[in-house]
């Protein structure tokens, strides 16, 4: 196994992304490589058979993919301490429009990352059942390992028998 020197964490801006961005610092920082945050706008031509839209999707598009930037630098930036504390030297973040699992993939190989962490939950409902989990997808396709945190568990202490 090559030595790790770039993780890939995607990230939903959720309150549970804070467990994975922890957990993918503190990794990266433990091999003193660097950390790459991705969010995906997902793209609406995915819904295209399911509705149709009340006002101009190319608008609306542009429109998220604008704040989740902001969303992302402000992030970055609230997050400076953490990353500082677990030793991450290099953090960067980008946002990315498509179907999620394959942005993500594709930023991967892009990158040669050499690991990525990302949480076991995302899409809930009939969006998951729609669209499948990403973490699924993106486990059985990665060309590189992939670490998955289950944000809904509680940490376990002490020795598990």
Same mark, same amino acid.
């Given at each position: 196994?090559?030595?790790?020197? *770039?993780?890939?964490?995607?990230?939903?801006?959720?309150?549970?992304?804070? !467990?994975?961005?922890? =957990?993918? &610092?503190? %990794?990266?920082?433990?091999?003193k490589a660097e950390l790459h945050l991705v969010f995906v706008v997902q793209?609406?031509?995915?819904?295209?058979?399911?509705?149709?839209?009340?006002?101009?999707?190319?608008?609306?598009?542009?429109?998220?993919?604008? *704040?989740?930037?902001?969303?992302?630098?402000?992030?970055?930036?609230?997050? !400076?301490?953490?990353? =500082?504390? &677990?030793? %991450?030297?290099?953090?960067?973040?980008?946002?990315?429009?498509?179907?999620?699992?394959?942005?993500?993939?594709?930023?991967?190989?892009?990158?040669?990352?050499?690991?990525?962490?990302?949480?076991?939950h995302g899409y809930k409902g009939l969006e998951r059942i729609m669209f499948?989990?990403?973490?699924?997808?993106?486990?059985?396709?990665?060309?590189?390992?992939?670490?998955?945190?289950?944000?809904?568990?509680?940490?376990?202490?002490?020795?598990?028998?």
């Amino acid at each position: 196994m090559q030595a790790i020197q *770039s993780i890939l964490t995607p990230i939903d801006f959720s309150d549970n992304a804070g !467990k994975i961005v922890k =957990a993918a &610092a503190y %990794v990266a920082g433990t091999f003193k490589a660097e950390l790459h945050l991705v969010f995906v706008v997902q793209s609406f031509e995915d819904y295209s058979g399911f509705f149709v839209p009340p006002i101009s999707l190319p608008n609306m598009e542009e429109e998220l993919f604008a *704040s989740a930037e902001q969303q992302m630098e402000s992030y970055i930036e609230e997050n !400076k301490t953490l990353f =500082a504390d &677990a030793g %991450v030297s290099s953090v960067t973040g980008k946002v990315l429009t498509g179907d999620v699992a394959e942005e993500i993939l594709t930023f991967a190989a892009k990158k040669k990352v050499e690991l990525i962490i990302m949480g076991t939950h995302g899409y809930k409902g009939l969006e998951r059942i729609m669209f499948g989990s990403v973490a699924d997808k993106v486990v059985k396709t990665a060309c590189c390992p992939v670490m998955t945190i289950n944000p809904y568990r509680e940490e376990c202490e002490g020795n598990v028998t």
